[in-house]
């Protein structure tokens, strides 16, 4: 099992659509983080959480330690959204532990 | 300046060639990471930099050798590739004394292809 599991896996959307992704991890952590990553492209930091929630713009991103769980949520999702969603956790190393990704598309 | 580079941002080679790989940031951070990534695939940490010595190899083949001449520069030499090693190499970048925390700042990869 691995120690960072994402749900679904891939998620198909239309546009305008609230979409939440799933993040659970078995490890102790510092930090939970929040990734995207377009098709060919580049990593780009989203979100990183210790506790409790933040929200950038139509991101929202939710963690609850006892449960060892985190959501990431879009709201009024778009086609510009599309992309692979990664979860990653840190702790005492200079290590990430990455999920398997969500694959998100967005249909016009 | 808030952004990791990479160059090339593509790069086609033989198996008997030699290139290099090239990332660089100017945030002030000190520890810096190469990772390779397959397709459908989530990264894999191949090495990290910290205030400019290897704190981390991951048993990666010795064709991969990396080299860190100063706080914003991180090279990764490759020589003798295998097909297979054909992938997206990502460099990243964080502040040291966010450790635990460790947010990196990834730069936007080199395509890599091996012939």
């Known amino acids: 099992k691995n120690e960072v599991e994402q749900s679904p896996q891939n998620l198909t959307a239309q546009e305008g659509e609230f979409i939440t992704i799933n993040c659970s991890y078995s490890?102790?952590?510092?930090?939970l983080h929040w990734l995207q990553q377009h098709p060919g492209g580049g990593i780009v930091s989203l979100f990183m959480l210790s506790s409790g929630k933040k929200k950038h713009g139509r991101l929202i991103a939710t963690i609850n330690i006892q449960e060892k769980h985190s959501s990431l949520h879009i709201t009024a999702s778009h086609p510009r959204d599309s992309a692979v969603y990664i979860c990653a956790v840190s702790g005492a190393t200079n290590k990430l532990i990455f999920g398997t990704g969500t694959l998100l598309a967005v249909q016009p | 300046d808030t952004e990791v580079t990479q160059t090339p941002k593509h790069l086609v080679m033989g198996m008997t060639n030699k290139k290099s790989l090239k990332c660089e940031q100017h945030m002030g951070h000190r520890a810096m990471y190469w990772y390779k990534q397959k397709a459908k695939k989530p990264p894999e940490l191949m090495f990290v930099y910290s205030y400019e010595k290897l704190s981390i190899n991951e048993s990666v083949p010795s064709r991969f050798s990396p080299e860190c001449p100063n706080s914003s520069l991180l090279n990764l030499h490759l020589h003798a590739l295998q097909p297979e090693d054909s992938a997206l190499y990502l460099c990243?970048?964080?502040?040291?004394?966010?450790?635990?925390?460790?947010?990196?700042?990834f730069g936007p990869g080199t395509r890599l292809t091996v012939l």
């Open positions: 490890v102790g952590i510092s930090a």
């Open positions: 990243a970048s964080s502040h040291p004394t966010s450790r635990s925390y460790n947010e990196q700042f």
